[in-house]
């Protein structure tokens, strides 16, 4: 499709081989798989891993330990054409770079930088996020898991819920209440009393794994332990990073929604003439054309604030919030283009759109992220 406003044009040419690059990537290996994995509710990470590793997307906005260390922009980019193809994929790189390996790489020890971001750089390790709890989602300061010190051990207890990569994961970043606040924690899966079954009968990014954790007196050794953070700037840290890859991924989703109803408008004919001939359809699609261009400069704006170390977290709640709503505006307009088969994974249309409901909730609800702008334009913060 025409990029009419020439948005592209601003992207460097190191940034565009990795906007082609990763498209390439996802028409030849995800597009034609991902509706059959939608419907059959599998990720094959341990395929896709290794091949999104060697592209050099894995934590690829980081420096050093066989991570790229690109630009935002260009990791925006990489999360734009990523979520093109489905946002189960886009949220798995967001997950293993943003949420897994960058606490690692922020305020890990040496040995624990050493052991695991090179692995997981290269896919050959996975890592999961455990903030959210069953009873405690938006709210997390409270949660219940608890790490106690026994000794120079630390023992964890609790639970987890609507994890990312929870059951395919070699290593587990868990966020716990310990007796000076709340800790992150390095967990190896494999640590006796770890355990994380995946969720089942969702109907919203199907084509990503999402598990509770379950900590069962997991004995663990001091240096299991994230030295540098303390509270839960730790956690709400790492989720702006995963948030700012959501601000340009769902740019792409809705991209791809649009592509399709353009394509589906132009062939599909009824009362003798292709329905994008009719005015109501062109009224849809320019509105859909203007609010995912909007979106887009929305995601390069903040691209080039977090680039000059600028950007800030209500300005990524504002990007969170406008994109992800136009994203499923967009989807869901999209899907009345087509019709019937609006309705069916024949079509991308549809699949984009559930998983749009869960990006809509995940990494701070569509309401927290307009109480953030709430309290930034007020100066009163109205959460409880
Ligand atoms: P709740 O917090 O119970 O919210 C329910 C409703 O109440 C929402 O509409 C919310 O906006 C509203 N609400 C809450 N508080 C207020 C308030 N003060 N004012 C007004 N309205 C309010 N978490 C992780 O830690 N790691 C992951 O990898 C991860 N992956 C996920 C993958 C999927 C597919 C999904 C669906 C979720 C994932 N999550 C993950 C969890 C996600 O971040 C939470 O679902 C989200 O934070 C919301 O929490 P909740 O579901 O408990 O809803």
Redesign the pocket.
């Known amino acids: 499709m025409d990029d009419l406003l020439r948005l592209d044009d601003q992207l460097n040419p190191d940034q565009r081989l990795i906007r082609d690059t990763v498209r390439s990537f996802v028409a030849d290996r995800v597009l034609p798989h991902v509706g059959d994995w939608f419907e059959e509710a599998v990720f094959p990470a341990r395929d896709l891993a290794p091949a999104l590793g060697s592209l050099g997307l894995l934590g690829m906005h980081l420096q050093g330990y066989g991570c790229a260390g690109t630009d935002a922009v260009s990791y925006g980019v990489a999360c734009r054409e990523l979520e093109a193809g489905d946002s189960g994929l886009r ?1 798995f790189v967001s ?1 293993q770079g943003s ?1 897994a390996m960058f606490p690692i790489w922020r305020y890990g020890s040496d040995e624990q930088k050493q052991e695991w971001l090179p692995r997981m750089a290269a896919g050959e390790a996975i890592g ?13 300061a409270n949660m219940r898991t608890y790490a106690k010190k026994d000794g120079t051990d630390w023992v964890l207890n609790g639970s ?7 059951s395919v994961a070699d290593v587990a970043v868990v ?1 716990a209440q310990t007796d000076d606040g709340i800790r992150g924690f390095v967990v190896p899966t494999t640590t006796p009393g770890f355990s994380a079954p995946e969720i089942h009968k ?1 109907m ?2 199907r084509a ?1 794994v ?1 598990s509770s954790l379950y900590f069962d007196d997991v004995r663990l050794p001091a240096s299991a332990a994230l030295p540098g953070v303390t509270g839960l700037r730790g ?1 709400l840290s790492c989720l702006s990073e995963a948030r700012y890859g959501i601000v340009w991924g769902v740019v792409g989703a809705a991209r791809a929604c649009l592509e399709a109803a353009v394509d589906y408008a132009k062939t599909r004919v009824q009362f003798g003439k292709p329905i994008g001939a009719y005015q109501l359809t062109q009224e849809k699609l320019a509105w859909m054309y203007v609010a995912t261009a909007q979106a887009g400069l929305t995601a390069l704006h903040l691209g080039e604030l977090k680039d000059a170390g600028k950007l800030e977290p209500r300005q990524i709640s504002f990007g969170k919030l406008a994109n992800v709503r136009a994203a499923l505006d967009i989807a869901r307009q999209a899907r009345t283009i087509l019709g019937g088969n609006g309705i069916t994974l024949e079509y991308p249309v549809i699949r984009h759109m559930n998983n749009l409901e ?1 990006v809509l ?8 992220h307009t ?1 953030v702008l709430g309290e930034a334009l007020t100066g009163m913060a ?3």
């Open positions: 949220s997950v949420l999961c996020f455990g903030l959210t709890e069953p009873d405690h989602g938006s709210d997390p987890k819920m609507w994890i990312t990569n929870g966020w969702k919203s990014l990503s999402t956690p869960s909730t995940y990494e701070g609800t569509q309401e927290i109480l109205a959460y409880r």
